[in-house]
């Protein structure tokens, strides 16, 4: 680099039309940056090195709010009252087009349909959410494998005479979707697997900081965190106020009083619901070891967002441990949240694999 001339162009430095291509896919994928071909002609390595420095003093910024939530804030989708469906299965309004299979859809932690009602117009298919988040399990005790045992039932009901699937999982609900492929494979189906910036092992990192977290610890972090989400507290006060309660009760009854009033955000029995929800769904994931599992035989599709939720060793978050099957990943423009606004998402669910590169 040292050696290139910083302002002549790269026209000049004898770029061909298969180079500029190249050039331009690559600014497009990384940058969300498309230049015409004058642009391209008069583009010169002082003003990439400029883009360059930007894009990383973005990322930089990114990472620190991020590294600030340990991550765990960032698995938790902001919704409202008008987002408690209490139905297990919700159809969404997609194109609907016909001679295309029905496919199902698993929400994040919260459990709820609402990440996918902005990208369900684009969707070809017929689709359920099925939202675990309104499963109750009987011993109280909510597993991965029990919460995907409780879906089985409602996803053949609507499969009928299909006998392929096309299963899409989002951030906590790629490790339902994993284990109800598993169910759905021991009954002789076949089918796809389609994870949003989700997999067990990014997961268990993810939520590494819990694992020897005493419960009363847990209790205070998770409404902590969620104050944060939905409100500006003085987390030192909160907290403090939180370590003097002797019972969760106590502590939901501090929950309530820093949870902001607007109309419309939460009820007081939602604001109860959604916290035993994350509570409940935590403590799933770190029960959940997916090395004393059998690999599924589906292939997997992942998507990963540019800016990632938490620095991870291997490029497929180890799903090659999940499936015989081929694991193939595409990289998509935006975080953990803003990857479900991101078109690539509903190309690939789609199988419009030509309008992913």
């Not at 973005?58 to 987002?83: P, R, V, Y």
């Amino acid at each position: 680099m040292k050696k290139v001339p910083p302002n002549v162009s790269l026209a000049e430095m004898g770029m061909d039309s298969m180079t500029a291509v190249e050039i331009k896919q690559t600014l497009e994928r990384e940058f969300d940056i498309s230049l015409s071909a004058k642009d391209m002609r008069n583009l010169t390595f002082a003003k990439l090195s400029q883009m360059t420095a930007k894009r990383e003093e973005i990322q930089d910024t990114n990472q620190t709010d991020s590294s600030n939530m340990g991550g765990f804030e960032m698995l938790i989708k902001k919704i409202k009252d008008s987002d408690f469906v209490p139905d297990t299965l919700v159809e969404l309004a997609t194109k609907n087009e016909i001679d295309r299979d029905h496919i199902f859809l698993i929400p994040g932690i919260e459990g709820r349909s609402s990440v996918y009602k902005s990208i369900a117009s684009r969707i070809k298919s017929s689709a359920t959410c099925l939202q675990h988040g309104v499963l109750n399990i009987s011993d109280n005790v909510q597993t991965i494998i029990k919460l995907a045992t409780c879906l089985v039932p409602h996803v053949l009901e609507k499969m009928k005479n299909q006998r392929k699937f096309l299963i899409v999982g989002y951030s906590f609900g790629s490790l339902i979707a994993i284990e109800l492929v598993r169910l759905l494979e021991a009954r002789d189906f076949s089918g796809r697997l389609i994870l949003i910036d989700g997999a067990p092992d990014l997961l268990k990192l993810t939520t590494i900081n819990f694992a020897d977290t005493s419960p009363d610890e847990l209790q205070n972090i998770i409404i902590l965190t969620l104050l944060q989400v939905y409100a500006t507290i003085n987390e030192e006060t909160v907290a403090s106020e939180l370590n003097k309660c002797k019972t969760i009760d106590e502590k939901l009854k501090i929950f309530h009083t820093y949870f902001p009033l607007d109309a419309n955000v939460l009820s007081i029995d939602n604001q109860k619901l959604i916290y035993y929800t994350i509570h409940n769904h935590l403590r799933a994931i770190q029960d959940y070891n997916i090395s004393s599992l059998p690999r599924i035989k589906s292939p997997i599709t992942l998507l990963k967002p540019t800016l990632p939720i938490i620095s991870f060793p291997e490029e497929d978050y180890g799903l090659h441990k999940v499936t015989e099957g081929k694991v193939q990943v595409y990289s998509v423009e935006g975080n953990h949240i803003t990857i479900m606004d991101n078109d690539k998402v509903t190309f690939a669910i789609n199988e419009e694999w030509e309008k992913m590169e």
